[in-house]
């Protein structure tokens, strides 16, 4: 008898140890990014540099305040991208750069880790949040994704805010877009219909910079759900209903519980070639890659191969968070319940 | 000295050997689809039966002379699939399904598993070959994926042969777009522009049975190269520019040397959330499964636990080939230099 108490108090410590030695995952934790790109300290104003920190943390406590208070993953996730869609600092929403025709056409996509459900939105221009369209096209309809003008009909037909055209339009990216056609060689389109009248030009570096720009969400909630999201504008300059990453499932978002959760920004169509998304998420899953590895294997060796360039942003069920990028920055932030904020934006910040 | 002649001989020996224990692949392999979904003998005819057969043989004799004679496997791919689209009996080019709106919108994608190079169109309603579209946005422009009208003015740049919208325009499919919207009690729009004047009702069994009927080609050639093509007119009464999986590169369609090429049919909202063509090549790759394990995991089992219906064709560089599919049919065939042709339709069908 009181070797069969022993033998039970042993198992309960070795249990107990057990415990100890993998840690809890965090009760949530976010991952943001702003889009990778040419993006140097040596070319950077300090004002310039301390508006996308401030955004990037006023992103993380919005993120924060969702997941801290139970909300979903996609609530995070959907709640973040909102508020980066309305800030001119990024090319998404309001700020998105323009087609070569002069319009802004947007994209955006949302997964949902627990269930694979999905919604995504392609070439979009009267829809104030592509990512909440992205997550109606999920909840509210049959499809996953919508293109074009019948994207932005369903958008009103869910009561969703509708702009007109000119809302998304930003001075300093009209300024880029002719700078694009100029250097092409290509005629400039006549300045959209309701744009504010042209202003002085502004400065060469925040139009340089910001090739790049989508922003895009991981988050893992307390009931351990992942989800991704992401939205853009796509590149200066495109044409013939160019489609890049951002949209396509498995290329610039994935999310699913059983590996992780990534959304990307970069050269789009080396995304799609590499499925970037899904690909990170199935080294996790399928070679039990963690989630570090597995990102910098698909972006630091596979799209440095092919000459593409670019980051994600990842995060897994167990609250771990990677991120990596070839590029010479990356707009970027995370946060969890059990770390503190961390903004960076150049390659040698951590 | 003697000793080192000896020593050579046995490591040719050993390679000799070796080599002999793997086969050779076959020079040229090629799989085809058109369409799964609700196909059953008992309600089909013998003369719709003979149609469909002898279409599916056509494609394969297309698809052999040109591998037989050292043709890519791009070509076989983009080669058949014009084929088809020309071809009424499926849903891809003329003979597509129309949307809710009472249009033709085609879908298109075409990946090269040599170079990961891949084009892909949506929603393109005046090029008369959606596939070749797809293969000038991979060779001809900067771009993966293009969609809408800016797809449409790409391939006129490109002078790929443009028709009137009404080409694609068939009898058969009308009548099963006024069948379904009656059916949702939706206001059936006005026969399009430039249509022929309707004609007596055709065989409900012709309507109802083609539900899918996307078509889609994996070939691999004598130089080792996979490729992948999927064409498609979506689903009957689709609405809001709806994309489903055919051009969305990793859901309906993949392609990569390093383990297999993959061309999809079915619900595609299912197929984009399961990445089902990537999925079954990471399967390929990264855990060593053959192609028909992988498709059987994929299809039988994931696919059908979301309660999605479809299947699969695949290819692996060693020219093996399966097929896998959910549902009561799917319009397939296959042939190899090792092996002559196969057609089946039904389930219970090798």
């Known amino acids: 008898m009181r070797g069969w108490i022993l033998l039970c108090l042993l198992v309960v410590c070795a249990w107990g140890c057990a415990l100890r030695s993998s840690p809890a995952p965090p ?29 990037l943390s006023a992103a993380l406590e919005t993120a924060g305040k969702v997941l801290r208070e139970g909300g979903s993953s996609l609530d995070a996730v959907e709640t973040v991208i909102r508020l ?30 627990a269930t694979l ?12 949040h592509p990512i909440t369209l992205a997550r109606a096209v999920m909840e509210k309809s049959p499809h996953v994704m919508m293109a074009g003008e019948g994207a932005d009909s369903f958008a009103q037909q869910q009561r969703l805010e509708m702009v007109d055209p000119s809302f998304f339009f930003t001075e300093r990216r009209w300024q880029e877009l002719e700078k694009t056609l100029k ?53 200066t300059g495109k ?30 169509e080396f995304f799609i070639r590499l499925t970037v998304a899904r690909e990170i998420c199935a080294l996790v899953q399928y070679k039990n890659y963690g989630v570090q590895q597995a990102a910098d294997e698909v ?49 040698e910040e951590p």
């Open 183 to 235: 250097e092409q060689g290509d005629p400039i389109p006549a300045r959209p219909a309701g744009a504010p009248k042209p202003q002085s030009s502004v400065s060469a570096q925040s139009a340089g910079e910001h090739k790049f720009g989508t922003v895009g969400v991981v988050a893992l909630d307390s009931r351990g759900n992942v989800a991704a999201g992401t939205s853009t504008g796509g590149t």
């Open 84 to 113: 980066m869609e309305d800030d001119p600092l990024f090319n998404a929403g309001r700020g998105a750069v323009f087609t070569a025709a002069g319009r802004n056409e947007l994209d955006a996509s949302i997964m949902d880790g």
């Open 239 to 268: 044409r013939w209903g160019r489609v890049g990453d951002s949209p396509i499932i498995g290329a610039g978002t994935y999310a699913s519980n059983q590996s992780c959760a990534v959304s990307g920004t970069g050269v789009g």
């Open 117 to 128: 459900n999905t919604g995504a939105v392609a070439g979009v221009t009267r829809t104030r």
């Open 27 to 55: 009760k949530w934790a976010v991952a943001i990014h702003g889009g990778a790109g040419t993006i140097e300290r040596a070319s950077m104003t300090p004002e310039t540099d301390a508006a996308y920190r401030a955004a």
């Open 299 to 347: 972006i630091q060796k596979r799209l440095s191969a092919l000459k593409g360039t670019g980051g994600v942003i990842v995060i897994s069920p167990k609250g771990e968070i990677a991120w990596s990028f070839n590029t010479s920055g990356m707009y970027r932030a995370k946060m969890s319940a059990a770390a503190p904020a961390q903004i960076s934006i150049f390659k």
